[in-house]
Nanobody, 124 residues
Framework: QVQLVESGGGSVQAGGSLRLACAASGVTSSNYCMAWFRQAPRKEREGVARIYTVPYIPVYADSVRGRFTISRDNAKNTLYLQMNSLKPEDTAMYYC?????????????????WGQGTQVTVSS
């Protein structure tokens, strides 16, 4: 069974940076769409960024474009999210998600596997 484990969360000041990682285990196919979602208290879970194996094209939510960078190391089955210029509104639980095959948009139902989340807190 595929398992996703996030790491790298923490507390930072506004303008700071964090790098999240999502390690995938039990993967039997290299054809995955992987994505980052986040959920702040009292808010709906929203897509942050996603990336396919092929084509290797990242897609970002408007709220993070230009500040966040998603990447993946297929050999290590690891997904990353480099977060720069963090803002208090970025505070949320960040979740790694994966789907076998292609995906489009940030529809939660598309993703078969989910991590437990890692907390990111940005103070002003």
């Amino acid at each position: 069974q595929v398992q996703l484990v996030e790491s790298g969360g923490g507390s930072v000041q506004a303008g700071g940076s964090l790098r999240l990682a999502c390690a995938a285990s039990g993967v039997t196919s290299s054809n995955y769409c992987m994505a980052w979602f986040r959920q702040a208290p009292r808010k709906e879970r929203e897509g942050v960024a996603r990336i396919y194996t092929v084509p290797y094209i990242p897609v970002y939510a408007d709220s993070v474009r230009g500040r966040f960078t998603i990447s993946r190391d297929n050999a290590k089955n690891t997904l990353y999210l480099q977060m720069n210029s963090l803002k208090p509104e970025d505070t949320a639980m960040y979740y790694c998600a994966a789907r076998e095959g292609l995906c489009s948009g940030f529809l939660r139902a598309q993703y078969n596997y989910w991590g437990q989340g890692t907390q990111v807190t940005v103070s002003s």
